[in-house]
C-alpha cells in the first residue's frame, strides 16, 4: 500500500497519538533504510537507539529465527533457557546483582519505582528537573514536564523534583526518601549530560539516608555513550540500573538490574508481566549483548562519536555538541522540526529533534566512518 493509502487507514482507524512523518519504511539493513518506493535512507535514529546493532543484524535475525521456530511462548512460570542465561549476562555486565525483566522501559521504571518503595515504604522519590522516564502513570510522575503530565492529572503521588544542581539534590534526599531516579545523560530532554558533581552528589545523598540511587539508562546504556552503560564511564555506581530500547537488539524488552543488596526485595507475586522476557526476545537480546559487550566494538563507538560530534560541530549555525559516544545533540539557530523534515525528505536522512531547536543523533553503533561523513555532507546540505 501507498502512503497515501496507509494515511487515509489511519484517519479512519488509528488513534492520533503520534505525528508521522509522510514515509513508509519497508526493509533495513545496517544503518539504511528503504522506503516502498525502493528511496535508500541513512539512518541516524536507530529507531530511537533501539537498533544500537544496525537494522536486521544477521545474528539477531538468526537468533530469533531459531528461537521462534522451537518455542515463542510459555509466561513467567515457568523455565526458558534464554531468560535465565540473559538475567545472568546483564547482571555480571552490571551492578551484580538480579534481573527483572519488562517489555518497555516506562516498564522498567515502573519496576523500579515498585521495588524502592517496597525497600523503603512511604518515602519520596526524587527526580531531576526536564528528566524523561517515560509515558505510564508511575513513570510519568517521575517526568516533571507539565505538558505531558498536566493532561492526565492527578499524577501518582511521591515524586519530587529538584533542579540540575548538586546542593538541591542534596537538600531535598532525607531519612523519608525511597530513591533517586537519574538518567546519566537525559535522552528525551536534549541530550543533557547529568555534570559528575550532581551524580556524585546524589550517591553520596543516598548513602547518608540509606535512599536507593536509580539510573534510568533506558536510552544511554547498551552501548551507546562508548561503555556497555554510560555510569561506567562516570565514576558512580547506582543500586538500580533500568535498560530497554537497545536492550532486545530491536525487539521490545526492558530489564531492571539490582544491585546484590536489593536483590531479593520482590517475593513471589508482588509485580509480574504476561509477556516479559519471553524466549524470542530474549535469544534477539542475548544476540544484540554478544555484539555489543566486545571492547572493539564500543571503542569504535567512542571514535565514530568524536568524528560525528567534530563534524557536527562545523554545521551552519549549529552549536558546540553535547552527549558521549553515538548520543548527540547540536542547539541549531533554525526550526529544528523542519530541518529534520527537509534532512528526511530531501537527502533522505534520518534524524530527530527533540525540542524546536534541537537537533538528536542516534545511529547505529556499527555506523561507519564513510557513513558518519556521509550523514554530516547531507546535513549540511540542508543547513547551508
Ligand atoms: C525512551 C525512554 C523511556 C521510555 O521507554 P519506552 O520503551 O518508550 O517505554 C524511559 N526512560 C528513558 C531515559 C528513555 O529514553
Redesign the pocket.
Known sequence: MSVKELQAIESSSVIPSYRRFPVEFVRGEGCRLWDDEGNEYLDFLAG??VCNVGHCHPAVVAAVQQQVERLIHVTNLFYTEPAMRLAQRLAASSLGGKVYFA???????EAAIKLCRKARPGGEIVVIQD??????LG?LSATPQPAKQDPFAPMVPGFVAVAKDPQAVDRAVHSGTSAVFI?PI???GGVYPISAELLSAARAACDRTGAILVF?????GMGRTGTLWAYQSTGVVPDLL?S??GLGGGM?L?ALITNPALGDVFAPGDHGSTFAGGPVIASAALAALEVIDDESLLASVRDRGARLSKGLAKLPGASKPRGAGLMLAVDVDGDAPAIVERALLEERLVINATGPNTLRFLPPLIVSDGEVDEALKRLDRVMS
Open positions: 530511537i537507539s517489555n518497555s522501559g516506562a516498564e522498567a521504571n528528566a524523561f522516564h517515560g509515558r505510564t513513570a538518567e537525559q535522552g528525551e534510568d539508562e533506558v536510552q544511554s533500568t530497554a530500547k521490545p526492558g
